[in-house]
């Protein structure tokens, strides 16, 4: 919460406005997976606009040794997957499942799998979806409006803008199985493009 507080500061500096929609969503009883497009180190501004209380993140284990950055998400309690190894992100996901049934929270998840500030989604890892399904708990998808009109690291670009989020419907996963996680990816998938679209402004 600290951090949350101090971060959320950090918009006027940048001139950042957020329009945000949707939170009655994450009022759902016991845990859930959320799942966000991952454009920039600014999402972790958007993140602190929404954050539920309760809720953890997962990211990569590279993010620990990236300064201050790694300093502040590991305070905040980010559980690290090391991506290289599938045998290790596979029990890590296993204890994230004991754990979030355990202590009743909520998992963050950027099923992109890296940072994309094209204005488009990243095809779907589909660990998140392994998860939720797993423990049996919703998906709650959360999207942000593409940040390219004002921020372009390959062209030094960075002006004040306004950043649409919203928190869309949780998607059910009770009786769902592994047989069915192609197809959960696939709608959560479509469903945030077409609303990641909508909120830039942009034909689907």
Not at 71 to 88: A, E, M, P, Q, W
Not at 123 to 140: D, N, S
Not at 181 to 191: A, E, F, G, I, N
């Amino acid at each position: 919460r600290i951090i949350k507080t101090v971060v959320k500061t950090f918009k006027y500096f940048f001139g950042l406005r957020f329009e945000v929609k949707g939170l009655e969503n994450f009022e759902v009883e016991g845990p859930a997976i959320i799942v966000s497009n991952h454009q920039s180190i600014l999402d972790m501004m958007g993140l602190m606009e929404v954050l539920p209380d309760d809720c953890v993140q997962v990211g990569k284990k590279e993010l620990m040794y990236a300064g201050t950055v790694g300093l502040i998400i590991y305070l905040g309690g980010v559980i690290f997957i090391n991506r290289k190894s599938t045998t290790s992100a596979k029990m890590v996901m296993a204890e994230v499942a004991k754990t979030m049934a355990a202590d009743n929270v909520k998992v963050w998840v950027y099923p992109e799998g890296t940072r994309n500030c094209t204005g488009d989604l990243l095809p779907f890892k589909k660990g998140a979806f392994h998860l939720a399904v797993q423990a049996q708990v919703p998906v709650i998808p959360v999207v942000y409006s593409s940040f390219t009109t004002f921020y372009n690291p390959k062209k030094n670009l960075f002006t004040s803008g306004k950043i649409k989020v919203e928190v869309l419907p949780p998607i059910e996963t009770k009786g769902l199985t592994s047989d069915d996680v192609s197809d959960l990816t696939d709608r959560c998938y479509h469903t945030m493009r077409e609303t990641l679209f909508r909120l830039s402004g942009r034909p689907s």
